[in-house]
């Protein structure tokens, strides 16, 4: 196990790529010597992926990070915080602590169609994120645009997490539960086709599960090009684009978003690190639960006030939390808005 690592020309690549400041260098340079690669930084790693993707020995680190976790989970040495996440996920089937019942409040009011009780097209997971309250207000909108569209979808009465985080965490055995229990329940209402709003069920359904699986962007740019979406407002804004990791770096999912972006002809600005080199909002591998002391969706504002933006647009709900908490935090005049938000307003103007 992990003799990739002995191909490292510690080069430190990987270092300079790291947004949560790893001296990964330094753990592979230990692990040569001593054969134990792991210290508890580790857990800080946010699974971003852009190590992995620029180290020139092709090492593949942010598997074997998420490998050494797994080793360390099974001998039941798990950090106080992520064992809660785990706990709250077998408990009530999402990381955030949150009854089912709160879970659900998001439907209330809307004319959904349940999979449970009807035929359908696409069912619509919505994701665990939408027991936060801002969250909420982007899966809203994102009805109404899958309505306008014209989409036939169904949703689920009762979700549970996809796993994603649960994967990156090194929780194996709950992992394969989560897999085989939605697998259940996506064969027992027939779901061929996913939409997802989250990049981290996008991840784990298209590339762990096998499913057809799209992220909302991609459903909704569809829409827009075939005319069944128009629009009724201008945004004159600009606009920077924030490419989640999961989407980005993991499904090479860059362009859908920024065309819908373009398409509502906000003034759409590049920051320096875009594409496969953005940087990551922190909240990936379980850290979306985590109070740690490097946020590098500090930095990613300065970024985005750099480019003299009005607005970073997201397509993740864990980089939107993120974002917003740093541009409070900074208190800096910037706006954090999801594409769907974006869209719907061009759509249908303000809703607040
Ligand atoms: S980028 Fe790859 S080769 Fe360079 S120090 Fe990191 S692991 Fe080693
Ligand atoms: S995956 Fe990202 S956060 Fe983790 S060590 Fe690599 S660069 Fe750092």
């Given at each position: 196990m992990f003799s990739e690592l002995f191909t490292c020309i510690q080069?430190?690549?990987?270092?300079?790529?790291?947004?949560?400041?790893?001296?990964?260098?330094?753990?592979?340079?230990?692990?040569?010597?001593?054969?134990?690669?792991?210290?508890?930084?580790?857990?800080?790693?946010?699974?971003?992926?852009?190590?992995?993707?620029?180290?020139?020995?092709?090492?593949?680190?942010?598997?074997?990070?998420?490998?050494a976790r797994s080793k360390v989970v099974e001998n039941g040495r798990v950090p106080r915080d992520i064992r809660a996440m785990l706990e709250s996920i077998q408990k009530y089937g999402n990381p955030f602590n949150v009854s089912r019942a709160k879970r659900r409040e998001w439907m209330n009011g809307l004319k959904l169609k349940f999979a449970e009780e009807s035929d359908f097209e696409y069912l619509w997971f919505v994701g665990c994120s939408v027991v936060d309250d801002r969250i909420k207000s982007v899966v809203r909108k994102t009805y109404e645009l899958l309505k306008i569209a014209g989409i036939d979808f169904?949703?689920?009465?009762?979700?549970?997490?996809?796993?994603?985080?649960?994967k990156a965490v090194g929780e194996e055995g709950l992992f394969e539960y989560l897999m085989e229990k939605n697998m259940e329940v996506f064969g027992s209402v027939k779901a061929d086709k996913i939409i997802v709003n989250s990049p981290h069920c996008y991840h784990v359904f298209k590339n762990y599960y096998g499913l057809e699986v799209y992220h909302v962007t991609q459903i909704l740019l569809e829409a827009i090009e075939n005319e069944r979406i128009r629009f009724k407002n201008l945004i004159e804004k600009t606009v920077t684009y924030h490419d989640p990791c999961y989407l980005g770096r993991y499904n090479k999912i860059y362009e859908e978003p920024r065309k819908i972006l373009e398409a509502i002809q906000v003034n759409l600005v590049e920051m320096q690190r875009n594409r496969e080199r953005s940087l990551c909002c922190g909240a990936g591998g379980g850290n979306i639960v985590r109070d740690v002391e490097f946020r590098p969706a500090l930095r990613r504002i300065d970024e985005a006030k750099s480019v003299n933006a009005d607005v970073i647009a997201v397509a993740c709900p864990y980089c939107l939390r993120m974002l917003e908490d740093s541009a409070k935090i900074k208190n800096v005049e910037i706006e954090v808005l999801d594409v769907v938000e974006l869209l719907y307003e061009a759509v249908f103007g303000h809703s607040d």
């Open positions: 080069c430190g690549t990987c270092v300079a790529s790291c947004c949560v400041r790893l001296n990964i260098r330094r753990s592979i340079a230990k692990f040569v010597s001593s054969g134990i690669f792991w210290d508890e930084n580790l857990w800080n790693c946010t699974t971003c992926h852009l190590c992995q993707d620029r180290c020139p020995r092709g090492i593949p680190i942010t598997d074997l990070i998420v490998q169904a949703v689920l009465k009762d979700e549970n997490c996809c796993g994603c985080d649960v």
